[in-house]
């Protein structure tokens, strides 16, 4: 089995479902830079792996008024899923350079950086739109409320750096904010 497919089933048996998002993610890279190597593809499976760590999937997340936009628990899902994936890749005796890419990648993907983790960002933001916004809307908004929602919502649009994956993103972006106007 090569790298990529021991990562993906790493990542699914890992999580408590399938894991839509992360499939879309790579999809979505594919779509955005079509010179993505096998780090990219890797750190778009594995991106949130962090979260099939958790005991709590909310842990953490209204630690403080910024609610999903808390900087340590961003800061903390990059560093940890880089972390996982980085030993993950390690057992399975990943050149160094591979791995190191993959952690790079990994860390920054909330907050980008360079054109790599721009374009990891990117796919995630629109995966995330794709594949979120009726948990968000129909269940989230109920738990923790309808403003964490929305700016939820504008936190991801807004940092998508190139236009056409902004345009891609837009209309579940703009369906989502409708739907939490209701």
Do not use: C
Request: avoid cysteine; charge should be positive.
């Amino acid at each position: 089995m090569d790298l990529y497919k021991k990562v993906e089933q790493f990542v699914q048996e890992s999580s408590s479902k399938p894991d839509r998002h992360a499939l879309r993610t790579v999809f979505w890279i594919k779509e955005l830079y079509s010179q993505a190597d096998k780090a990219m593809l890797i750190a778009a499976i594995a991106h949130d792996i962090q979260r099939a760590f958790k005991k709590d999937k909310l842990d953490g997340i209204r630690s403080n008024k910024k609610g999903f936009l808390d900087e340590k628990h961003i800061k903390y899902h990059q560093e940890k899923g880089a972390e996982i994936i980085g030993d993950f890749l390690k057992k399975q005796k990943a050149e160094d350079d591979l791995v190191n890419k993959v952690k790079m990648l990994v860390s920054k993907h909330e907050v980008g950086g360079s054109k790599e983790q721009n374009i990891l960002k990117d796919a995630d933001s629109i995966s995330f739109f794709e594949n979120n916004v009726d948990y968000f809307v129909e269940k989230l908004s109920i738990k923790v409320g309808k403003k964490e929602v929305r700016d939820k919502f504008n936190w991801m649009f807004e940092r998508i750096t190139s236009s056409k994956a902004k345009e891609i993103a837009r209309v579940w972006y703009e369906d989502g904010m409708k739907r939490l106007e209701d």
